[in-house]
Nanobody, 126 residues
Framework: QVQLMESGGGLVQAGGSLRLSCAAS????????MGWFRQAPGKEREFVAS????????DYTDSVKGRFTVSRDNAKNSVYLQMNNLKPEDTAVYYC???????????????????WGQGTQVTVSS
């Protein structure tokens, strides 16, 4: 079965940076869109970023554009989220997800993703 394991979360001051990693197994990683989502306390899980199988197509939610960068290394079965200029409102549990079906592009709805990691906490202090 598909297994996704996030790492890299932590506590950082506003304006700081973190890099999240997600290691995947149990799927042909190079053929799946990968996504990052986040969930703050009392809120629904929301889309953050996604990257197509080849890395050619990338989407971000508006609130992170210009600050976050998603990338992937298909040779390492890994996807990354570089987060710069972090703000307190970025505080959430961040989840890595793989798409339900191979290929596809511009996936931003959580219903398009079938497998999820356990999440990693990101806390940004003001």
């Amino acid at each position: 079965q598909v297994q996704l394991m996030e790492s890299g979360g932590g506590l950082v001051q506003a304006g700081g940076s973190l890099r999240l990693s997600c290691a995947a197994s149990g799927l042909t990683f190079s053929t799946y869109v990968m996504g990052w989502f986040r969930q703050a306390p009392g809120k629904e899980r929301e889309f953050v970023a996604s990257i197509s199988a080849s890395g050619a197509y990338i989407d971000y939610t508006d609130s992170v554009k210009g600050r976050f960068t998603v990338s992937r290394d298909n040779a390492k079965n890994s996807v990354y989220l570089q987060m710069n200029n972090l703000k307190p409102e970025d505080t959430a549990v961040y989840y890595c997800a793989s798409a339900t079906h191979p290929y596809g592009t511009h996936l931003t709805d959580r219903r398009d993703f079938a497998s999820w990691g356990q999440g990693t906490q990101v806390t940004v202090s003001s």
